[in-house]
């Protein structure tokens, strides 16, 4: 009886798949409308917010290799006088440090000079001239710490608030909860660029979707050359056939998701549609003929598409205009094991700029006050010497913040030697808090369902730093 019951049921099924095969404009049709438009809306998850809406949409200045907050944020001249004698083993005693363990251990002073700017007072360091005169747009958090000391868990850390892979990375709970303002370009965009030296590699997991829907995912552009590959038709392919084949595949596409519950199916609907218009919106982008030479001289920006920082934020600001929620620039060249001296002169060279240039353009456009800024890296580096260089460090860095929100100075501090965060730590879950709670969201209630748990961001910590906000 069983195996009868089986052969009905098969053959029943086998007719209902003819049926919606061949009634493209009937159930079918009417199913793959129903998800288009859930593939297609801009809307996340939140149709309410939990607080007023300081921030918009966020761009992630990721110092890759971990920035020394000794040589651009924080200045100590304690440290400066103990330079090259033994650091206090007070400090180190029983603490966990990357390659210096069981080393002699020397302090390392800075190299540079610092001194404050601005109204606020923020003291900076002279490496970096044109932050510095962006002084009152920063918001300069001395008291981060992080609980990983290697970079790619580290990176992890600060992208998902975990280790774990296949968590999703900020940017996507972003595109999750809020959506997107645009739907011809990716709501979250990632770019890389590389200096001469610390060029500690950055993978693609760390703009993942993870568990979520897969078109939270961040898209990678390319910062040289075609900003997507084979994005064009082939050759010998119009526009109008181009648009046929699209159509005809939702169609198909909507027929299989009557039989198949499942979200990815209207991702791939939502991102064939998206890859057609981006055929027309990339290459708008990604012109900047109509840039003047006045905006290009402001972000030392020698050739755009160049492959440089400078060009990527540019390009950056283009995006921002059009509705694109995160974006995250990763410059791949601060983890200064060795060349200290020259690597962080260099590598400021390459970014500084570029990075006052894109907050006073962002201003001039009226876009700053609600586009949140966050610069900063993995992790920081030791007051202690490696060699010609400095170790990773984790108990006390710094990253400053702009725009959206946040209310200009200075948060928190470390101790005499910039090992220890001793005055309002600051976690990178209350970072992720603080940034969603400007971005309208109450980090404790943007969760989904994973393994029995409801995953968030902030895994099960984080508090909103007040104090930083306007």
Not at 334 to 356: F, P, T
Not at 423 to 439: I, Q, R, Y
Request: with cysteine; aromatic share 8%.
């Amino acid at each position: 009886m069983k195996t009868l019951y089986d052969q009905a049921a098969h053959e029943l099924s086998i007719k209902r798949r003819a049926f919606l095969t061949n009634s493209a404009y009937g159930l079918g049709g009417i199913a793959f409308a129903s998800l288009l438009n859930k593939a297609n809306a801009s809307d996340g998850v939140l149709k309410k917010l939990h607080f007023p809406v300081k921030a918009k949409r966020v761009i992630h200045l990721c110092m890759a290799g971990g920035a020394s907050h000794l040589e651009t944020f924080d200045w100590k001249p304690e440290l400066k006088r103990l330079d090259g004698q033994p650091f206090p083993e007070s400090f180190t005693k029983g603490q966990q440090l990357a390659q210096l363990q069981n080393t002699v251990l020397k302090a390392r002073g800075a190299f540079c000079d610092f001194h404050p700017h601005g109204q606020t007072g923020n003291v900076i360091s002279d490496l970096f001239p044109h932050m510095a005169s962006v002084a009152d747009e920063l918001c300069i958090i001395r008291s981060m710490q992080t609980e990983q000391i290697n970079h790619d868990t580290a990176h992890a850390f600060m992208n998902t608030g975990s280790i774990i892979k296949g968590r999703p990375s900020m940017g996507s709970w972003l595109l999750y909860g809020l959506g997107c303002a645009t739907d011809e370009l990716p709501g979250f965009v990632v770019m890389t660029s590389a200096g001469k030296t610390g060029q500690q590699p950055v993978s693609a997991r760390q703009w993942s979707s993870g568990f979520l829907p897969s078109k939270f995912q961040g898209i990678q552009f390319q910062s040289k050359g075609d900003a997507v590959h084979y994005l064009g038709n082939p050759d010998g392919v119009c526009q109008s056939t181009q648009r046929q084949i699209v159509e005809e595949v939702k169609r198909l596409n909507g027929i299989f998701a009557e039989d198949h519950v499942d979200p990815e199916i209207a991702t791939r609907i939502s991102q064939y549609e998206m890859a057609f218009k981006m055929q027309s919106s990339v290459p708008e982008l990604t012109d900047m003929s109509k840039e003047s030479p006045e905006t290009l001289a402001m972000y030392g920006v020698k050739q755009p598409g160049d492959g440089s920082f400078a060009s990527n934020c540019l390009l950056t600001r283009r995006m921002i205009e059009k509705g694109v929620r995160m974006v995250q620039l990763y410059h791949r060249a601060w983890d200064h094991h060795g060349g200290l001296v020259e690597g962080m002169k260099s590598a400021a060279l390459d970014v500084d700029q570029a990075c006052a240039a894109l907050i006073k353009d962002l201003k001039q456009r009226g876009l700053l006050e609600d586009t949140l800024i966050l610069w900063g890296g993995e992790f920081g580096r030791t007051p202690m010497g490696q060699g010609t260089g400095r170790d990773h460090h984790i108990l006390g860095f710094s990253v400053a913040l702009a725009g959206g929100g946040i209310k200009p100075g200075s948060y928190g501090s470390t101790d005499d030697l910039g090992y220890r965060a001793v005055e309002n730590p600051v976690s990178v879950h209350d970072l992720h808090a603080t940034m969603l709670a400007l971005m309208g969201i109450e980090h404790t209630r943007l969760t989904v369902k994973f393994q029995g748990l409801d995953a968030r961001l902030t895994s099960v910590a984080g508090n909103i730093i007040k104090k930083i906000m306007a």
